[in-house]
């Protein structure tokens, strides 16, 4: 029936779309119905892998090493080899593996945000916490991508804020125990 009023009046499309948008309703629609997000990806490299989940249920997809090199700061710079066309009102975000802790490495920006505009290689930094550590090399998994909806926001401008029982605490302030 779904499927038949997503064909047969547009409302009901962009109704679907707002729906399954919604980061706690969409994936069971979605999952419902089948459907999986499409995003197109360009090999710019022979030598790349496509992301993908390693176990089932996994949220991040794995992004492989295909180059090495060093910027003017000495960090490491790896590219995956990789273009992607990230849906609009989506956004790409670069996490770390949890295995970078048997590395010297550590994500240079923390997190990587790859905008939905952007159709350049996927390119990650990483500077060194010791010397004399394993790095990662070309050829290994060296972070994960997660594509989320997200909100267009706009700020207004307020002369107050309500009240919360954490108020203005900031770090630290819920204690150490």
């Not at 009023?5 to 309703?25: D, K, Q, R």
């Not at 794995?62 to 700061?73: G, R």
């Not at 949890?98 to 930094?125: F, P, Q, W």
Request: glycine letters at 12%.
């Amino acid at each position: 029936m779904l499927h038949f009023l997503l064909n047969c009046h547009g409302e009901w499309y962009v109704l679907f779309a707002i729906i399954t948008s919604m980061p706690f309703i969409g994936p069971y629609i979605k999952k419902l119905i089948g459907g999986k997000m499409k995003v197109k990806v360009m090999k710019l490299d022979a030598g790349a892998t496509i992301p993908k989940y390693a176990k089932h249920g996994d949220a991040g997809m794995d992004l492989y090493a295909v180059t090495e090199s060093f910027d003017e700061h000495g960090n490491y710079v790896y590219g995956t080899g990789l273009a992607m066309e990230i849906p609009e009102g989506h956004v790409g975000l670069i996490f770390p593996r949890s295995s970078i802790s048997k590395t010297a490495h550590s994500l240079r920006n923390a997190v990587g945000v790859i905008d939905s505009g952007y159709r350049g290689e996927i390119m990650l930094k990483f500077d060194i916490n010791t010397l004399n550590s394993p790095v990662y090399k070309v050829g290994d998994r060296i972070a994960q991508i997660i594509i989320l909806p997200y909100p267009e926001i706009e700020f207004e401008e307020a002369w107050e804020l309500s009240k919360t029982e954490r108020g203005s605490g900031g770090f630290g302030s819920s204690g150490t125990s």
